[in-house]
């Protein structure tokens, strides 16, 4: 199979066909290098035969480089003139249709996908990245392993360590769900329009069994949030209105292994989650009595 890929002639001329201008609204900038699109399917490590989702695909740029490499593609869009297109286009480029299923809807709404893929690729909107992600991490269990384009320091924020100043709660929210990492830079110029932020690449390969319940998740994910809403403060602190009162905080914290003077930063996934186990054990207590 011979796939040729698209230009930024040609771009142009599919956005002038529909009358697509792009929009902050939706985030869209059309990715106009094939090197790049390659580039990111690279870093996502596509194999022949693999299923893979794609957010966003607007024009297809990335979508013909996903299909160039064998894979076949669930194309999530949310704008309804692209989605009718984008199966014309990849014929048009070489691709059997069979290879491509195209979901006309909104990437944060859905709660099915169609052929069950296992790799994310996608240069996700700057607006929605990581609730996108997240989404689709906690609603898809059987996708493996991903790489998306986002703005460099949404990108960096997801891939930081405890400890540093932009670990916050994207950071620990992503970590829930496997092991994150940077994998490589993208031009500005290879958009069209040119953003006015920087992009990078982060890739994700997903923990092996589930690291906890739902129920664990979600009690996870609060503890999370309080402790970043303030997180200047110590633990003990900014968890004080979540548990009742700092005193409180402070027995669960240290009940948990946690120090109370630690600060949101400090705290590993895991450590969040042992709370989370901790707060979830005294509320059984407090029902089975």
């Known amino acids: 199979m011979t796939v040729t890929l698209l230009g930024a002639t040609e771009i142009r001329r599919l956005a002038a066909e529909l009358d697509v201008t792009p929009t902050k609204k939706l985030g869209q900038n059309f990715v106009v290098d094939a090197n790049t699109v390659r580039k990111i399917v690279h870093a996502a490590r596509v194999q022949p035969g693999e299923r893979v989702v794609e957010v966003g695909p607007g024009l297809g740029s990335l979508t013909l480089a996903i299909l160039e490499a064998g894979a ?29 299923t195209v979901v006309d809807a909104d990437a944060l709404r859905i709660t099915e996908l169609p052929g069950e893929p296992t790799v994310l690729v996608a240069n996700l909107p700057y607006n929605v990245s990581v609730p996108v992600l997240l989404h689709f991490l906690e609603n898809f269990s059987y996708l493996k392993r991903g790489v998306v384009m986002v703005q460099a320091e949404v990108a960096e924020r997801i891939a930081a360590k405890p400890g540093s100043k932009i670990y916050g709660t994207p950071s620990v929210k992503a970590a829930w769900y496997g092991e994150w990492k ?44 309080a402790a970043f809403n303030q997180r200047r403060k110590m633990l003990r602190q900014a968890l004080s209105d979540l548990f009742g009162s700092s005193a409180a905080a402070s027995e669960i914290l240290i009940a948990a292994g946690v120090a109370p003077t630690a600060r949101g930063e400090d705290l590993t996934v895991d450590d969040y989650h042992r709370v989370a186990r901790h707060v979830a054990q005294i509320e059984d207590a407090v029902v089975t009595d």
């Open 182 to 225: 940077l994998s490589g830079t993208v031009s500005r110029q290879v958009f069209w329009p040119v953003p006015n932020v920087d992009s990078l690449l982060v890739g994700f390969d997903r923990s092996e069994g589930e690291r906890g319940t739902e129920d664990e998740r979600r009690l996870t994910f609060k503890i999370v949030d």
């Open 72 to 100: 076949s593609v669930t194309a999530v869009e949310i704008d309804h003139r692209l989605a009718a297109r984008l199966s014309q286009t990849v014929v048009e480029h070489g691709v059997p249709a069979e290879m491509l």
